[in-house]
T-cell receptor, first 113, second 110 residues
Framework: EAGVAQSPRYKIIEKRQSVAFWCNPI?????LYWYQQILGQGPKLLIQ????????DSQLPKDRFSAERLKGVDSTLKIQPAKLEDSAVYLC???????????FGDGTRLSIL | GEDVEQSLFLSVREGDSSVINCTYT??????LYWYKQEPGAGLQLLTY?????DMKQDQRLTVLLNKKDKHLSLRIADTQTGDSAIYFC??????????FGAGTRLTVKP
């Protein structure tokens, strides 16, 4: 079974620029999650999708972050404009349903200059 | 304060047992998880336990849950150098709302 795929693996941008990350979940997984992992911390949930609907985006800084999962499969997370404090690893995870364990991709490491 | 707390570092000798501890605050947690993170990689699910269980064993891994004290531990038997990584404890509630600890960095010395 193929795991959660994320791209790019690394991204370096200057502050105030825009950036987008892509995630392809495990086939058949209805629930998709985006996490932010700051160095030295555990992951923190940004947004959770069930199929193409948002279940929880209470921790998403909506003034600059947006995410979509239009067809209920792939998802993109966008930051516009980026701030220095957005430097982190952005992890995507998926699960069969909201009550099943989450499986993570390798993440995108974002550096803001 | 943090919902989930872990000690930051643990160092053991190869072949010894490792015990990584975790405390959580929410008694309504339904599942508790252990994930492993190697450098530059995502989180790998190691094992998980339902909140109504006391213990779960899976090969070299043993998870113990003390629900009264809200304490979770992961024991790795015969620890190998390949076990060196950061181990995250996590709790989840309804709708898989997961809260992670800051991670314990396990170093295995030959």
């Amino acid at each position: 079974e193929a795991g959660v795929a994320q791209s790019p693996r690394y991204k370096i941008i200057e502050k105030r620029q825009s950036v987008a990350f892509w995630c392809n979940p495990i086939s058949g997984h209805a629930t998709l999650y985006w996490y932010q992992q700051i160095l030295g911390q555990g992951p923190k949930l940004l947004i959770q999708f069930q199929n193409n609907g948002v279940v929880d985006d209470s921790q998403l800084p909506k003034d600059r972050f947006s995410a979509e999962r239009l067809k209920g499969v792939d998802s993109t997370l966008k930051i516009q404009p980026a701030k220095l404090e957005d430097s982190a690893v952005y992890l995507c995870a998926s699960s069969l349903d909201p009550n099943q364990p989450q499986h993570f991709g390798d993440g995108t490491r974002l550096s803001i200059l | 304060g943090e919902d989930v707390e872990q000690s930051l570092f643990l160092s053991v000798r190869e072949g010894d047992s490792s015990v990584i501890n975790c405390t959580y605050t929410d008694s309504s947690s339904t599942y508790l998880y252990w994930y492993k993170q190697e450098p530059g990689a995502g989180l790998q699910l190691l094992t998980y336990i339902f909140s109504n269980m006391d213990m779960k064993q899976d090969q070299r891994l043993t998870v113990l849950l003390n629900k009264k004290d809200k304490h979770l531990s992961l024991r790795i038997a015969d620890t190998q150098t390949g076990d060196s990584a950061i181990y995250f404890c996590a709790e989840s509630k309804r709708n898989n709302d997961m809260r992670f600890g800051a991670g314990t960095r396990l170093t295995v010395k030959p």
